[in-house]
Antibody
Framework: QVQLQESGPGLVKPSETLSLTCDVS????????WSWIRQPPGKGLEWIGY???????NYNPSLESRVTISVDTAKNRLSLKVNSVTAADTAVYYC??????????????WGQGRLVSVSS | DIVMTQSPDSLAVSLGERATINCKSS????????????LAWYQQKPGQPPKLLIY???TRESGVPDRFSGSGSGTDFTLTISSLQAEDVAVYYC?????????FGPGTKVDIK
């Protein structure tokens, strides 16, 4: 059974960089697409972007200028960075597994999520 | 962007009764090359991550009870819970993965009447 675990600071100051990692166990990151999703408190789900294990990425245009997603196949780990954060970036951040060999697949495994608050 | 809408925003159903949630996409998510609808349904209980219930609009994920079913094609989809159980209280989201800009519906909250 694939398990995903997000980790990183739970509090980030405005204008700084939010950095999260997602450790994947029970399976390999290879050949799959991996998405980051976020959910502001009490609100719906927003797709941030995805990465394939080859390194190819695609980002939500609304966040593209501030987001970087990377993958470390040796460590079986994903990373997310969001620059120049504001209070609007306060959310639970989830890493998820998507399609095999294609980005066009459902999100079948989700991490438990990491709440990141942006506040001074 | 493909905009996803859901109706109703919330519903309350008696235990054992049917719950029906609708999802509409602003453009078709049916791929002509394989006749698949690139549409998934997720269930999110309080304090938990979303869980995949249905994909390709009507394929139940392994382990999902058969009281959950998905139907529809093109732009109009439905999630049906045939006999609501107490553990089904949750928010349900539809999502399209036809476009490489994934989008979710706003969610439908299901409660017990």
């Amino acid at each position: 059974q694939v398990q995903l675990q997000e980790s990183g600071p739970g509090l980030v100051k405005p204008s700084e960089t939010l950095s999260l990692t997602c450790d994947v166990s029970g399976g390999s990151v290879t050949d799959f697409n991996w998405s980051w999703i976020r959910q502001p408190p009490g609100k719906g789900l927003e797709w941030i972007g995805y990465i394939h294990s080859s390194g190819s990425t695609n980002y939500n245009p609304s966040l593209e200028s501030r987001v970087t997603i990377s993958v470390d196949t040796a460590k079986n780990r994903l990373s997310l960075k969001v620059n120049s954060v504001t209070a609007a970036d306060t959310a639970v951040y989830y890493c998820t597994r998507g399609g095999l060999h294609t980005p066009h697949g459902p999100l079948d495994f989700w991490g438990q999520g990491r709440l990141v608050s942006v506040s001074s | 962007d493909i905009v996803m809408t859901q109706s109703p925003d919330s519903l309350a159903v008696s235990l054992g009764e049917r719950a029906t949630i609708n999802c509409k996409s602003s453009q078709s998510v049916l791929h002509s090359s394989n006749n698949n609808n690139y549409l998934a349904w997720y269930q999110q209980k309080p304090g938990q991550p979303p869980k995949l219930l249905i994909y390709w609009a009507s394929t139940r994920e392994s382990g999902v009870p058969d009281r959950f079913s998905g139907s529809g094609s093109g732009t109009d989809f439905t999630l049906t819970i045939s006999s609501l159980q107490a553990e089904d209280v949750a928010v349900y989201y539809c999502q399209q993965y036809y476009s490489t800009l994934f989008t979710f519906g706003p969610g439908t909250k299901v409660d017990i009447k």
